[in-house]
């Protein structure tokens, strides 16, 4: 749709050599500044085919997303995961399936895993969301993050955005007691490259260490 | 996706005058489907009615009933306290559909309005009678796997995907229903309908209808000895090949009642009163278990790839069954 936003911007391509998490915070921060100003906001969406555009009336949507207010104008069609992925610049945010049958695109919306490729960005008015950009603490990253690494918790990666936001999940539901409990509960994100058994380990210890998440 | 209007109505009668005044409009509760089906263009609204802010969220004991509004979120039935405690069947069957994700934004109320997953009723190029009047159904003599086997139509032989739907019949629950005529009950086992010559009708619910409520009977008798049993291809997080909600009443060794409904093998929530009233004063012992089994596939009829189902439901009604009166 947005046909500038299927490019990255020069900046963010400049800054892929650097280590993968100051890409990131360095790209959702630059996202902040262009949201903070309604202005630059209306520039962007300057990028839509003029005609299309026309034709639909956009809504206003205030989200918090990563602790950040975000104060939005978006199509009611547009799904949450496209608003994060082209209109934010949060791509950890994954596009698996598009159709809710893998989870690549799970984030926590006021505090509850959901997928963002079925919600309308426009039902989230008001609402809280969690990204993976946002489970780390500086650079300090989150006990899940660490753990997925240690029990190498993943192959090609793709799926990891989701598997992780979902496992933090699954662990403050209180549905990580066992292997067969995790195994249930997180049956709702698909990893074909099949990691599942290092998943399971890394939840595992992240539950058994009892810390606050 | 086609574009739509939005809007976000705070009251029922606003929600109900919104969706009388536009032919096209329709009501958005999780949108697990409904959103599915619109990027699919098998769905085109031009109007969303978005129903969230309307106050139907509560689960509460009632008098000789639990009332569930049709906003409660499956994984907040499932885990409800009041819920796992009188109604176990219901909370088993719940978890026992799609995954945490998609159960912390589904509703009751739309878990009952979910179209079938029927393969050529997503695929817009195929022939499909539900989704296109008329077109022919591709299922009848194509790859039918999960179709179902009772109460079908050469119309329609796509089946209904819910889970608990199958233990809300199972427990004769109600649905209550708002319109700007007033409010009605409709016994659950009404709601959903067979193919027929109209397999686009799902079910019963009128055009200005908004589903407000479930009343599930509080029956101690059948809270006990339940269980919802889910037959799939893989261990979780896959539609039903064929379900199995039961709940036995037994004192001593002699069942007093029974109820018995199955999912993935019909248009409906498939009920099987015959069973149900065979079983009825008889003794909880193997044999008996066999004939209710059997009896239960009588008037099935399979369309080929979905014979297996012929086989599976009576071994899945017997397994269940054994389980629970602790014969197995």
Same mark, same amino acid.
């Given at each position: 749709m947005a046909n500038e936003d299927f490019f990255e911007p020069e900046e963010k391509l400049n800054s892929l050599h650097r280590a993968r998490r100051q890409f990131l915070k360095q790209s959702s921060a630059l996202a902040a500044i262009a949201m903070a100003s309604p202005a630059l906001v209306k520039a962007a969406g300057n990028g839509l085919d003029e005609k299309a555009a026309g034709y639909f009336e956009k809504v206003p949507v205030q989200l918090e997303i990563n602790g950040v207010q975000h104060k939005l104008s978006v199509e009611p069609r547009v799904t949450l995961l496209d608003l994060l992925r082209e209109?934010?610049?949060?791509? +950890?945010?994954k596009k698996g399936? =598009?159709?809710?049958?893998? +989870?690549?695109c799970t984030v926590h919306v006021n505090g509850k895993r959901v997928l963002s490729c079925m919600?309308?960005?426009?039902?989230? =008015?008001?609402k809280k969301v969690t990204t993976i950009e946002g489970l780390a603490t500086g650079d300090k990253l989150h006990p899940m993050q660490e753990a997925f690494i240690k029990h190498d918790g993943f192959q090609c990666g793709y799926c990891t955005p989701g598997q992780i936001m979902s496992a933090v999940a699954c662990v403050r539901e209180g549905h990580a007691n066992n292997e067969q409990e995790i195994r249930e509960y997180m049956s709702g994100n698909i990893c074909r490259c099949g990691t599942y058994p290092n998943i399971v380990d890394a939840i595992t210890e992240v539950q058994k260490g009892g810390g606050a998440l | 996706m086609i574009n739509f209007d939005y809007i976000r109505p705070s009251t029922p009668k606003a929600a109900i005058d919104a969706i009388n005044k536009d032919a096209s409009a329709q009501f958005i509760a999780g949108g697990t489907n409904l959103v599915d089906l619109m990027k699919r263009g098998v769905m085109n609204p031009q109007k969303l009615i978005d129903i969230n802010n309307l106050p139907l969220r509560a689960i509460e004991q009632g008098a000789g009933v639990i009332r569930i509004g049709a906003l409660a979120l499956n994984s907040d039935v499932a885990e409800h306290e009041l819920i796992n405690k009188k109604l176990p069947l219901l909370a088993q069957a719940l978890k026992a559909g799609a995954s945490q994700q998609l159960r912390n934004m589904a509703t009751v109320g739309g878990n009952m309005m979910q179209r079938t997953r029927c393969p050529y009723f997503y695929d817009t190029v195929m022939p499909c009678n539900k989704r296109n009047p008329g077109s022919g159904c591709s299922a009848l003599k194509g790859y039918n796997r999960m179709h179902a086997i009772f109460g079908a139509s050469n119309a329609c032989i796509a089946v209904h995907p819910s889970d608990m739907c199958v233990a809300l019949a199972a427990l004769d629950a109600k649905v209550i229903v708002s319109s700007s005529k007033g409010k009605r009950r409709i016994l659950f086992t009404d709601f959903h309908r067979l193919p027929g010559a109209t397999p686009q009708k799902d079910n019963n619910l009128q055009r200005g209808e908004l589903i407000t409520t479930i009343e599930v009977p509080d029956n101690a008798a059948f809270a006990q000895r339940v269980l919802y049993t889910k037959i799939r291809d $893989?261990?979780?997080y896959a539609f039903a090949l064929v379900s199995v909600a039961a709940a036995l009443d037994i004192k001593g060794n002699t069942i007093n009642a029974a109820r018995l409904a199955l999912g993935g093998?019909?248009?409906?929530?498939? $009920?099987?009163t015959t069973a149900e009233n065979f079983l009825k004063g008889k003794p909880a012992n193997i044999t008996n278990l066999q004939q209710a089994a059997q009896l239960a596939v009588r008037e099935a009829k399979g369309?080929?790839? %979905? %014979?297996f189902k012929l086989k599976l439901v009576p071994n899945t009604i017997l397994q269940t069954l054994k389980t629970i009166t602790g014969l197995s």
């Open positions: 209109q934010l610049h949060l791509s +950890g945010t399936c =598009d159709f809710g049958q893998c +989870g690549a919600s309308l960005a426009v039902m989230q =008015d008001g | $893989r261990a979780s093998v019909a248009h409906k929530p498939w $009920r099987l369309f080929g790839y %979905n %014979n």
